[in-house]
């Protein structure tokens, strides 16, 4: 009876130190990097006692989840991994705590990250020097191809012959165009063999994620420079109309069946079980894609070909303190750790992409794996969809419009981007911006 | 006092009171509260996700809006010509089913239970595991379509003129059991004295079908179809899982492009009156159905 009493009473005593412990939680999308920062942290509990738990939302969810959360102000969340796009909202709403103070008592210095992504994921207004978060994880839309049937003599000396140069990384679109089509339908072992896995997906971004990779290597701007949301001219200009129609072609024309509504994890499918040539997806995935090289495949990488000008759409989140938490102490020391070069170089070590000079310039980066120089080139070139605080509101009627003409073929290019100016105007003048 | 005897002096509608109450109650928190406030909204510019930002006061303005948006009558479109073709299919393939598991005949009750199946599945797991039938490369579906007719490569979901006849089939074979079971409750209430009587007077199984059947089931399948046609009119799990409403908005239903605007757009006041007018068109829709219902049922 005696044991018995002394084992409960342990028991007891275990379960309330461990209720007592310091932990906080960590809300971001379920994929690789994910899994990566899970087992970097390890080392930030060991460090300081503080249990980090995390939630992992799937893409097609997440921003639906998080933007709730942050809607009702929840306390589920001491830190987010948030979309780039959200920094508006999380700025002009107050969902996100400022970090100048934080970062000027700890000596966080934003001058150590690379100046695109300390852009696009932590400022607001964009290009102030107010930060609502420490860049976290850099990315961009890239491509990966199958370096393997590429290096095959008789392919290559087949394209060679049929359009009059080399069978590898395409220079332009025009190239990407003529490969794909090569690959389109083809038998290669015996198995029939499709272009390219591109971004068609209807419900969250990922058409216009991918769309946004042909406009904006054909130059197209979303507003006026010289005057704020007058876009008439500029999202629908002529550059901009024809990569539209070029987007729609190469889904006609390149993808595998059935690629109607495909985003990351079907484009990663479709290249896996060896159906395409090509894969367009985000870096965050190339370490996975790199390891699982099996069966002969062998894959290469390479930033998003340029048209009229070198661009690529921006992925990428920054890490935030969510300002309804009521462990917001622990959350900053948590960014405070991760700021840190050691940490940032373990971080990219073990798949996570880091934003920060000291990792980014190190001499051997570029050499370090098959994708950190198209990374490197990449983050050089990056352009991001709207970041205002409405840009759901914003993205929802392009992915409408756009996957209404490229897939289901309705009206004209030019059409659906009027269509999308229409909406946009629409959603600006609500928000007293125009 | 007692409680026994407080209670013994209750009245009759006291007591009848105390037990609705609750319900009452609990509608008028759940049900009622929100469609008044809703209702409010409706008339303002209000958008829930904007912290800080007092709604003003806008008339009609939403309404107008509503109605002369030419997307909301392509997605009215697109849920009407959804709802005509499944709850034509689905009364004609149950009426059917419910006719032919209406004799008696050895394995009756367990075609029955496998009729059924599908109507108790979760919609969203029939929406994702359907997008894997229809699938062109290896989708069941168009193999057994291309085993009796060879058309090649098609996609179901990927092509605006198959989709939303992808989501019909699929609708129709999840709900078509309900429409049976209802259908064949009302089979078995007929009394068998009819038929005898039928027989008698040498009326053929078509007379009788025409006379006896059809005018003893069809109450039960106009009310298999009311639910039905409730149900199909806010139709939302199933196609998102299937469609996402596309491609393009070729299968976004009416219910769909609300929860779009209302909890992605956070355009409150604005889906509100969406909702509104869907309810109100619903709500007219129900009432004359019933009315016609009753009158059938008088005859």
């Known amino acids: 009876m005696k044991k018995i009493m002394i084992l409960l009473f342990v028991s007891l005593f275990s379960f309330s130190v461990n209720s007592n412990a310091k932990s906080i939680t960590l809300g971001w999308a379920a994929w690789d990097p994910a899994n990566a920062l899970q087992e970097l942290t390890k080392e930030f509990t060991a460090e300081t006692g503080i249990e980090v738990n995390f939630e992992f939302v799937p893409w097609p969810n997440f921003a639906d989840r998080m933007l709730n959360e942050l809607n009702n102000k929840g306390k589920t969340f001491d830190l987010l991994i948030g979309d780039s796009q959200w920094i508006g909202a999380g700025a002009v709403y107050g969902h996100y705590v400022k970090l100048n103070d934080f970062f000027d008592k700890e000596g966080i210095s934003m001058n150590d990250f690379s100046p695109a992504t300390v852009y696009a994921y932590s400022t607001w207004p964009k290009g102030s020097k107010n930060y609502y978060a420490l860049p976290a994880m850099g990315d961009a839309l890239a491509w990966a191809y199958r370096k393997d049937w590429f290096e095959r003599p008789e392919l290559k000396s087949e394209f060679k012959k049929k359009h009059g140069y080399d069978l590898g990384v395409p220079a332009n679109w025009n190239q990407l165009y003529d490969m794909c089509t090569f690959f389109q339908g083809r038998e290669i072992d015996g198995q029939k063999r499709y272009g390219a896995a591109i971004n068609t997906e209807r419900g969250s971004e990922g058409i216009t994620m991918g769309v946004t990779a042909a406009m ?163 983050m050089g070139i990056v352009k991001d969809f709207w970041q205002e605080p409405t840009f759901v509101e914003l993205m929802l009627p392009m992915q409408e419009a756009i996957h209404d003409y490229v897939v289901n073929g309705k009206g004209t290019a030019k059409e659906a981007l009027d269509k999308i100016i229409e909406e946009w105007v629409e959603v600006f003048e609500a928000d007293g911006k125009l | 006092m007692s409680v026994k005897k407080k209670f013994k002096g209750l009245s009759d509608k006291a007591v009848g009171w105390l037990f609705i109450g609750p319900t009452v109650l609990l509608l008028l928190a759940i049900n009622i509260y929100p469609l008044v406030y809703a209702i409010k909204m409706s008339f303002t510019n209000f958008y829930a996700n904007k912290i800080g930002r007092e709604p003003q006061f806008v008339g009609l303005k939403n309404y107008i809006k509503v109605l002369n948006k030419e997307a909301i009558w392509e997605k009215m479109q697109v849920t ?137 089931v069809l109450p039960f399948l106009l009310l298999a179809l009311l639910f039905r046609g409730i149900e199909n009119f806010k139709m939302f799990d199933m196609v998102v899982e299937l469609t996402s409403g596309g491609p393009g908005s070729a299968t976004e239903l009416a219910s769909i492009n609300l929860k779009r605007e209302a909890f992605e757009k956070w355009k409150t006041g604005y889906s509100s009156a969406f909702a509104v007018i869907l309810f109100v068109t619903i709500f007219g829709f129900g009432n004359v159905y019933v009315k016609v219902m009753n009158k059938i049922k008088e005859r």
């Open chain 1, 216 to 378: 904006y290597a054909w130059g197209m701007e979303y507003e006026n420079p010289n005057k704020p949301y007058d876009m008439e001219g500029y999202f629908n200009s002529p550059q901009a109309v024809e990569a539209v129609e070029f987007y729609r072609k190469l889904y006609e024309d390149c993808a595998p069946p059935g690629h109607s509504d495909a985003y990351m994890v079907a484009n990663l499918d479709a290249y896996k079980s060896g159906q395409v040539a090509f894969q367009m997806n985000w870096y965050a995935f190339w370490p996975g894609v790199s390891k699982e090289d099996s069966g002969g495949r062998v894959s290469g990488f390479f930033a998003n070909p340029k048209q009229n000008v070198a661009a690529a759409t921006l992925g990428g989140q920054g890490i935030s303190v969510v300002k309804y938490s009521d462990k917001q102490d622990l959350a900053l020391e948590y960014i405070k750790w991760f700021a840190r070069p050691d940490v940032q170089q373990k971080w990219w070590d073990l798949g996570g992409y880091s934003c920060h000079n000291d990792v980014l310039n190190s001499p051997s980066f570029p050499t370090s794996t098959v994708y950190a120089q198209g990374f490197l080139d990449s």
């Open chain 2, 80 to 216: 009407a010509s959804f709802m005509f073709w499944t709850l034509l299919l689905q009364a004609i393939i149950g009426l059917g089913l419910a006719l032919l598991l209406n004799r008696k005949f050895k394995g009756n009750e367990l075609l029955t239970t496998l009729i059924v199946l599908p109507m108790m599945l979760s919609p969203a797991v029939v929406g994702v595991f359907w997008t894997y039938l229809y699938n062109p490369q290896v989708g069941l579906f168009n193999y057994v379509v291309n085993f009796f007719y060879d058309l090649g490569s098609f996609d179901m979901i990927g092509s605006s003129t198959l989709a939303p006849w992808a989501i019909v089939i699929v609708d129709t074979w999840m709900w078509t059991p309900f429409t049976m079971l209802i259908c064949l409750a009302g089979l078995r209430s007929v009394p068998n004295y009819l038929y005898e009587a039928a027989e008698v007077d040498r009326a053929s199984k078509w007379q009788q079908f025409i006379y006896i059947t059809l005018p003893s």
